[in-house]
């Protein structure tokens, strides 16, 4: 396993830190990544143990190391416990463009604790790392992701422009573009 120091940038909100994910997070990850709600809209195994959760993260710090994906836990500023994730990865070959992940467990949803997430990673994408063009695909049911995006400006993304139609899935994409740029 990779070592556990992962360079990654430290994000803040009113509310929330944004870190690397350690794999002192492995039983939060475990609890995440099987449970039956947060993974109803999502194409993945369940992480059926701590080995599995731990295997996870050093697949994600591979990918960090590599900077083929940042990955932050979410958590409040005044507890370490983890709540859900998001990222940023699939990124283009020229770094321009870069989808977009995240997954909150239910125990903290409705909260609003993922908007203040996805639109601090939103502006570390444009404003640091100078992509042009986020992504996002989820499965047209998940009402809740759908409007998490509609409230950060995404645009469905219904000519296959920036989300190609074979990689959908059963899914529907949505980009959002760098008002900067």
């Known amino acids: ?19 690397a994910l350690s794999f002192d997070d492995a039983s939060a990850i475990q609890l995440l990544r099987s449970n039956e ?6 194409d993945r195994p369940k992480t059926i143990d701590i080995e599995a959760a ?14 083929d994906s940042y990955y932050w836990a979410i958590c409040y500023k005044d507890n370490d416990k983890l709540l859900g994730t998001t990222c940023l990865w699939n990124i283009s070959q020229d770094d321009t463009i870069a989808e977009m ?9 409705g909260k609003g604790i993922m908007q203040e997430a996805v639109a601090t990673v939103i502006n570390f994408a444009f404003n640091t790392l100078n992509f042009s063009i986020i992504t996002a695909v989820t499965l047209p049911e998940n009402i809740s992701s759908i409007k998490l995006l509609a409230k950060q400006g995404f645009i469905l993304d219904k000519d296959f422009a920036f989300v190609a139609n074979e990689d959908l899935n059963g899914c529907v994409g949505y980009y959002l573009k760098n008002k900067l740029l």
Request: hydrophobic share 40%.
């Open 37 to 42: 709600s947060v993974n109803k809209f999502l």
């Open 54 to 67: 731990k295997a996870f993260i050093d697949k994600i710090h591979t990918g960090t190391l590599r900077k």
């Open 1 to 19: 396993m990779q070592s556990d120091a992962i360079i990654m940038p430290t994000l803040t909100t009113e509310r929330l830190v944004l870190r």
């Open 101 to 109: 992940g995240y997954e909150l467990h239910p125990d903290y949803q």
